[in-house]
């Protein structure tokens, strides 16, 4: 059936967040695919977890399983926030079945082929992009452009990095150099967008039966988050901002910047590095950074989505 929704593969490592953008994404784009990473947690649990949230909306999209650790380094995961199961709070259903496939990296250069004009959007380490980036050379100029929630001017897991470029810093590399469209929504943006009680309050209050079990996946990533912070009153909802920004462009503001990723830093190995001298001789903008958003209304597109699907 014909769409003028923008089509993309949603890549992600569920986690409480990506859990809202596969909603998002379901709703207002055309979610071709869904590939899993090692990230928020292994493998298994990631790919899991993408395909329980697929069957909960009732979505004909595959799940391919992608990489389960990243490109030269040991595996990290980020059970503190996300829990064991990666999206723990709820008790969910189990999976319909396995992955479409294991070879997620096959599976975006095979469909980026196919079809011109595909968003690439990696919401986790970015290992799958930066693999298939570097299997396929021609795919940077078959695709409509890459959206990521990745960096910031802050870190989370480091005091320089944040964890999806923490935890493959190398794959980050590759993505912001492969020279096409670019739109980052890093943490100083994302931290904007908290899912504050008030807020969980609207999702619980949805009819049907899907709400109550996103409400409660959120009371959990908030919970983790205020555990954790002296001054936060709920958990920043980060992936579903690279979601709207191709979506809900209008509630963002932006600004281009050259982007580079450092990579062999002992303390900042996974820090983007913005490059803001006012000098005539500095590099091109590699990068459209996301650098503000109307938390309320991108709140509003959120519970909109979760009421669609919520029966």
Not at 81 to 99: A, Q, R, T, Y
Not at 100 to 105: C, E, G, K, L, Y
């Amino acid at each position: 059936m014909a769409t003028n929704k923008l089509p993309i593969i949603l890549d992600c490592d569920p986690g409480h967040d990506d859990a809202m953008a596969i909603v998002v994404a379901a709703r207002h784009t055309d979610l071709i695919g869904i590939t899993s990473v090692s990230g928020n947690a292994p493998l298994d649990a990631t790919t899991r977890n993408a395909i329980i949230m697929r069957d909960l909306l009732g979505l004909d999209c595959p799940v391919h399983a992608g990489a389960d650790r990243p490109l030269i380094r040991e595996a990290r995961h980020a059970v503190n926030v996300h829990g064991k199961s990666g999206m723990d709070g709820s008790n969910l259903p189990k999976p319909s079945g396995p992955p479409a496939s294991t070879d997620a990296v096959g599976y975006i250069i095979e469909t980026c082929r196919a079809q011109e004009g595909i968003w690439l959007v990696p919401i986790g380490p970015m290992t799958n992009i930066a693999l298939a980036l570097r299997a396929a050379p021609d795919l940077g100029g078959r695709i409509a452009g890459i959206s990521i929630m990745g960096g910031g001017r802050f870190g989370n897991s480091t005091a320089a990095a944040e964890f999806n470029l923490w935890c493959d810093p190398e794959a980050a590399d590759i993505v912001f150099s492969y020279g096409g469209p670019l739109v980052m929504a890093g943490l100083d943006l994302t931290h904007k967008f908290q899912a504050t009680p008030e807020r969980i309050e609207v999702v619980r209050a949805l009819p049907g039966k899907l709400a109550p079990i996103l409400a409660e996946l959120f009371d959990f990533f908030s919970g983790t988050y205020r555990s954790r912070h002296h001054n936060i009153v709920g958990a920043p909802v980060h992936d579903p901002c690279a979601v709207m920004a191709l979506t809900h462009p209008q509630l963002f503001t932006r600004r281009r910047a050259h982007v580079q990723i450092e990579t062999h830093g002992t303390l900042t190995a996974g820090m983007t590095l913005f490059d803001d001298r006012d000098q005539i001789d500095i590099p091109e903008p590699n990068c459209e950074v996301l650098t503000g958003i109307d938390a309320d209304a991108a709140w509003l597109v959120l519970v909109e989505a979760i009421a669609h699907f919520s029966r």
